[in-house]
C-alpha cells in the first residue's frame, strides 16, 4: 500500500495519483471533510465487490457516492424532485447527502437493490479536491470495518486496512464531528433518514424559503 503524507505544498501532486489510481481500479483512503473515506469508482464492478470484502459489509447495505459537480448527477440518477436539487444548490459542498432515485443501469452493489442512490458533495477537504478531479462519481464509504466506528486518523485506517488497500492519503487527523444529514425529498416533502453535521431544522426552513419563493415567482409570472 502506498501512503502519501500530504500538506499545501505537496496536495495537488497527491490528488493527481489519487485520481490515477482511482481509474485504474484501486482503491484509496482519504479524509473528508468529517471522517476518513473509502474511495473507488462507482462502476467498477470488481474494485465494489473488493470493497465489499475488506470492508466486511453486508450485501444488503448500500454505498454513499460523492461528486464534484451537480452535473456529474446524471451519471447516478435519472430523476430528481426538483425541491432536492434546489436544497443541493443551497447546501453542496457539504455534509448533506440525498437519496435520490438511482438509474437502472447503476450497479446492484451501489444501491444494493434499494432502487436508491445516496450522493453529495462533500465539504472542503482533500475528497472534494478529489472528486472534482474525477470526471465520474466515486464511492465516500467511511474508512472502517462495518459497525465500527469510523477513522478519524491515519492511524486509525490502517489498523483497519494495513496492506488491503492500494492507497492512503496521510493528511492527519480528520475534523471528526458529526457525519453528513441524509435526506430524502418525496413529493416536494423532506424526509430526515439522519441527523448530521447538517441540521434537520435549517434543511427544512430552507426548504420552506424555496417553496415561498417559487410561489411568488410563479403568482408574478405572465400566463
Known amino acids: 500500500m502506498i501512503v502519501l503524507h500530504t500538506d499545501d505544498a505537496a496536495r495537488q501532486a497527491a490528488v493527481t495519483k489519487a485520481c490515477d489510481r482511482i481509474t485504474a ?17 462507482y462502476d467498477d464492478a470488481d474494485a465494489l465487490q473488493r470493497l465489499y470484502a475488506i470492508k466486511h459489509r453486508p450485501a444488503d447495505k448500500a454505498i454513499p457516492l ?29 455534509p448533506l447527502t440525498l437519496l435520490l432515485d438511482a438509474r ?32 465520474f462519481p466515486i464511492t465516500a464509504t467511511s474508512a472502517n470495518i462495518s459497525g465500527s466506528p469510523p477513522a478519524a486518523d491515519p492511524e486509525d485506517v490502517l489498523r483497519h486496512f494495513d496492506g488491503v488497500l492500494d492507497m492512503l492519503i496521510d493528511a492527519g487527523a480528520a475534523p471528526g464531528g458529526r457525519p453528513s444529514t441524509i435526506i430524502e425529498v418525496v413529493e416536494g416533502h423532506v424526509i430526515l433518514l439522519r441527523e448530521g453535521a447538517v441540521s434537520y431544522e435549517s434543511i427544512v426552513k430552507t426548504a420552506e424559503q424555496i417553496t415561498a419563493d417559487q410561489a411568488v415567482v410563479k403568482k408574478v409570472r405572465p400566463v
Open 66 to 94: 460523492i461528486i464534484g459537480s451537480r452535473d456529474l448527477l446524471p451519471l447516478v440518477s435519472c430523476a430528481a424532485d426538483p425541491l432536492a436539487l434546489l436544497l443541493a444548490a443551497r447546501f453542496w459542498p457539504g
Open 104 to 135: 437502472h443501469d447503476l450497479p446492484a452493489l451501489i444501491t444494493a437493490g434499494t432502487g436508491k442512490v445516496a450522493v453529495r458533495i462533500p465539504g472542503p477537504s482533500f475528497a472534494l479536491d478529489l472528486a472534482r478531479s474525477l470526471p
Open 25 to 41: 481500479g484501486g482503491i484509496i483512503a482519504f479524509p473528508t471533510e468529517t471522517f476518513y473515506g473509502i474511495g473507488a469508482r
